[in-house]
């Protein structure tokens, strides 16, 4: 039987780094009683750390790099599907007639 994959809120997160600030207890410790898996906490920090404001956008949301990078993607796949077309016309049109 496959395993469901655990997910957390941006808020959930935020909290638990916050917890894990203000209290002495340990990373393992915190992880521990909030029944989250071993190095979640360090994995949530790092993000935090490299991404500030963006970090932990939910499912399905994308940063605004991320979504500038999907929208240039997808521009450039109709610009090849028109070269593509293009060129198809050419060599048509270019053909001796009978």
Request: overall charge positive.
């Amino acid at each position: 039987m496959a395993k469901t994959r655990k997910r957390y809120s941006r808020e959930f997160k935020l909290e638990a780094l916050q917890l894990l600030e203000s209290s002495g207890k340990s990373k393992s410790r915190i992880e521990r009683d909030l029944g989250l898996g071993k190095g979640i906490l360090s994995r949530w920090q790092k993000e935090l750390a490299t991404e500030g404001q963006h970090a932990f956008p939910g499912h399905g949301r994308l940063t605004p790099e991320q979504g500038r990078i999907r929208e240039l993607e997808r521009e450039n796949t109709i610009l090849r599907q028109e070269r593509d077309i293009l060129k198809k016309a050419v060599s048509i049109f270019s053909r001796p007639n009978r």
